[in-house]
């Protein structure tokens, strides 16, 4: 009879007054609660929005300087954050730079997300031989140590931001491969994948409607906490030199032009390392507070 | 406990082989024909089929490697091309270097993450607490090249106490100016590592602090000052542990600290060897920390293994 039977307009009412906010407003309410990263959550949207708007809002270009205003002080005229050996602005190299280090962050953590990820739930679906061959090789990578994986890389690639980006991509394979595949073992056991083999469903297909959507929270939340050590490794290697040549600006390699120079103004060598340094805290304690907010409605 | 050892033993040899096997790589994938660097631009293809043949370069990938590992096994890590000495005889007093810089930083930080984390496990409600809480956080964020840029900015520059690079001043020697020229560096690496080390040792005495023994030694009426010797004692493995891998993840990456106060360890040598495309001694240098860094893992779980019989179960 019709009364068993739900209508759309039932459905509708029912919604309407239960009114249950979707899962991504409620992962937002249970990050907004945290106020410490909603700051950060701040800063860092800060920081991007004013690299990435850098041609517009840089009061000089980032190249723009003569060296008779080499070294100003931090709050000169004009100069909000001093000037740099060759009398340019640091303020607008800060925002130039922070689209190249900002880049060479993020963009390792999402290429080794995808390669990494991809060989994960290769590796954790089909389990068995195509298992122990890829989890074995990424084990020889990841027992060298990281940093030295990316300076030896880099160094043999020879110096550019490009190569930066592949050594560091190349060094967050493996843990992001990792978390993959254990993740994706853990989806594979459940009674759903089951049902989708037996009906006939093909690797491809299940991989794609099933795994994915199952593992991408934990992925996700993984990725992000790596941004902020990409970042630091990414600008790691600029600092030694590998990384950009002059006179582009960069935030790690502008330490490296400005150590030189500690004995003569101290300060102002220091500011592109503050940019570093706010940014992965940001974006640390932004990540940390995501997997809080993630786990709760699990 | 000697089987665990042999099989840890065991699983070193293939990841040492791996470890090899990258680094082998990481010189296969430098851009450019190195023939080029040895003949003139008009040499004929026979000219340089010579050439490539007199480096071995004509054999498969795998001979070659064969070729290098059996050279590396004997000590032969080729020759700097800018010193034109053995690299093993510039690589081992800068080992040493890093070694004495990379130890002083561990026993630091050990020292500091202990008494903050002991403190933080037994007040987790002080506004101290907090502090430290959220100062071991930001420090995960700190990287090393900039705390050590600010700490010569304010000690060496502004107060001018302490030397900011070297390992001694010309003219001077002994441990009193080793040490001044060791306490910047030191503390530069250690902050690094600090923040981490300091959290472990919160969790772990505060896990030991909620089991059953301690309330027992407390109804027994022990002193305080003994029970935190037994939580010691039980946090140990795991805190030594820890302590052991930073040692050597700090060991890996003296390269940036030691740039910066150009201390001359190993970090340094391949620092400036990259600068001066001087390849064997960055593929060397790389080689033997990497090598150094595995060998320390297996003893670190070693000693782990045999300080908690629980591990050995496993």
């Known amino acids: 009879m019709a009364i068993n039977a739900p209508t759309t307009s039932d459905a509708a009412r029912l919604a309407a007054a239960r009114r249950e906010p979707s899962r991504a407003a409620q992962v937002w309410r249970a990050f907004a609660r945290r106020k410490v990263a909603m700051a950060a959550l701040g800063v860092l949207l800060l920081i991007v929005l004013a690299c990435l708007l850098a041609p517009w809002i840089a009061p000089y270009g980032p190249t723009d300087g003569a060296v008779t205003d080499r070294l100003k002080e931090v709050g000169s005229p004009g100069h909000p954050l001093g000037t740099d050996e060759q009398g340019r602005d640091i303020l607008s190299r800060i925002l130039y730079g922070g689209r190249l280090s900002l880049l060479s962050g993020v963009l390792p953590v999402v290429l080794a997300g995808l390669i990494g990820g991809g060989l994960g739930v290769a590796a954790g679906y089909f389990g068995g031989w195509t298992n122990t061959i890829i989890m074995r090789a990424l084990d020889i990578v990841f027992s060298f140590p990281a940093i030295l994986l990316a300076i030896g890389i880099s160094a043999a690639l020879g110096p550019g931001i490009g190569n930066i980006i592949i050594s560091a991509t190349v060094v967050f394979i493996p843990p992001i491969a990792r978390i993959a595949e254990s993740a994706t073992k853990e989806v594979r056991k459940e009674e759903f994948i089951e049902a989708a083999k037996t009906s006939g469903a093909g690797a491809g297909l299940i991989v794609r409607s099933h795994v994915l959507r199952n593992i991408f929270g934990k992925l996700f939340v993984f990725a992000t906490s790596q941004i902020g050590v990409c970042l630091m490794v990414a600008s790691g290697l600029s600092f030694l030199g590998l990384g950009v040549s002059p006179p582009t600006p960069e935030w790690g390699f502008m330490l490296n032009n400005l150590k030189q120079l500690i004995f003569v103004n101290p300060i102002v060598t220091i500011v592109p390392g503050l940019f570093i340094f706010l940014t992965s805290l940001s974006l640390n304690l932004v990540s940390d507070a995501l997997s809080d907010a993630l786990e709760i409605k699990r | ?314």
């Open chain 2, 1 to 314: 406990m000697a089987s665990f050892v042999l099989k840890r033993l065991a699983l070193m040899i293939p990841t040492l082989l791996g470890v090899s096997v990258i680094v082998f790589l990481m010189l296969k994938i430098v851009p450019g024909d190195p023939v080029n660097a040895i003949v003139p631009p008009d040499a004929s293809e026979s000219e340089r089929a010579a050439v490539r043949a007199q480096l071995g370069l004509d054999k498969p990938l795998v001979v070659q490697y064969g070729i290098w590992l059996g050279r590396v096994v004997q000590g032969d890590l080729g020759d700097s091309i800018t010193r034109r000495l053995p690299v093993t005889e510039m690589l081992l007093p800068a080992l040493k270097n890093t070694v004495i810089l990379t130890a002083a930083a561990a026993v630091t930080a050990f020292l500091a993450a202990l008494v903050v984390g002991v403190f933080s496990a037994y007040y987790p409600n002080s506004r101290l607490a907090a502090l430290f809480n959220g100062l071991s956080l930001a420090s995960i964020g700190l990287p090393n090249f900039w705390t050590a840029l600010i700490l010569i900015g304010i000690f060496s520059v502004t107060l001018g106490w302490l030397p900011s690079s070297g390992m001694n001043t010309v003219g001077s020697s002994g441990a009193g100016d080793l040490i001044k020229h060791l306490v910047l560096p030191t503390a530069a690496t250690a902050l690094s590592s600090v923040g981490v080390m300091t959290r472990m040792v919160r969790s772990t005495v505060s896990g030991i602090l909620k089991q059953d023994f301690i309330f027992a030694l407390q109804a027994k009426g022990v002193r305080r000052g003994t029970i935190l010797r037994h939580v010691l004692r039980n946090g140990m493995p795991t805190i030594l542990n820890v302590t052991g891998l930073q040692f050597g993840a700090l060991l890996a990456s003296s390269v940036l600290v030691e740039t910066v106060f150009s201390w001359p360890g190993i970090g340094q040598v391949i620092y400036q060897a990259i600068g001066q495309r001087d390849f064997p001694v960055v593929q060397a240098g790389v080689l033997v920390v990497a090598i150094a860094f595995v060998l320390l893992n297996l003893i670190v779980d070693a000693v782990h293994a045999a300080m908690d019989p629980r591990v050995r179960q496993a």
